[in-house]
């Protein structure tokens, strides 16, 4: 069980959409800087909202069971809210000054760059999460107790929330790894949110992975 592959996958890819698209935008025409605000609001809304399920959840769980095992990993929250905050307030006023017809292109260009330090800084932490703390956690809980925590997480976040998520993490998985999930999903979320679930992997899967997802669960 390895509590961290699901979101983790899933903030690689919404970080790196992030990133390809601030360094492709023109910063004079408001579609294109809309789009990528748009698209930034969502992932920063995810980033923030695992960083407190981490908190509550995963960290306070394993701080019960090692004093002082959590600590490396909030302090490192701390330090990335406070660099988000300053990626996010950079982007609102792009936003901001373009809607209202002011130039824009410096702030772009600085924004860029911004947001490219950050993205560094964060996936260092996923790293040192996945190599470090996800070593204490299968010292000091089982499959089945690691099993519970995402349970509870998945159940702490409202259903648009975990449609947020989907859109992210499927495309980032394996065939195999998104099939477990989708299953796993399918046992717990009532017809109608299920199916809202699949409208969402149809528009960011290919075709033929979109296919073998139906087929596997039929």
């Not at 992932?43 to 769980?61: G, K, P, Y």
């Not at 996010?88 to 130039?103: Q, R």
């Not at 790293?127 to 997480?153: C, G």
């Amino acid at each position: 069980m390895k509590p961290y592959d699901v979101p983790h996958k899933g903030l690689r890819n919404a970080l790196s959409q992030v990133q390809l698209l601030a360094g492709k935008t023109d910063y004079s025409k408001f579609k294109e800087v809309e789009r990528l605000y748009n698209l930034g609001r969502d992932v920063f809304r995810l980033l923030s909202i695992h960083a407190q399920d981490e908190n509550e959840v995963t960290l306070a769980e394993l701080e019960k069971r090692c004093s002082g095992c959590s600590d490396h990993d909030r302090e490192d929250h701390e330090k990335l809210e406070k660099e988000q905050g300053a990626v996010e307030m950079l982007l609102s006023t792009i936003y901001s000054n373009v809607k209202e017809g002011k130039e824009a292109g410096l702030e772009g260009a600085e924004f860029y760059l911004l947001f490219s330090e950050y993205h560094a800084q964060y996936l260092l932490h996923t790293a040192e999460e996945e190599r470090v703390t996800q070593a204490e956690l299968h010292k000091h809980f089982t499959d089945e107790e690691l099993a519970e925590f995402r349970t509870k997480i998945m159940k702490r976040n409202p259903p648009e929330t975990l449609l947020l998520w989907f859109k992210f993490v499927t495309p980032a998985q394996s065939a195999q790894e998104r099939i477990g999930l989708l299953k796993g999903f399918k046992m717990m979320a009532p017809v109608d949110f299920f199916n809202m679930g699949m409208g969402v992997m149809e528009k960011v899967l290919s075709a033929d992975e979109f296919s073998e997802l139906k087929a596997e669960l039929v």
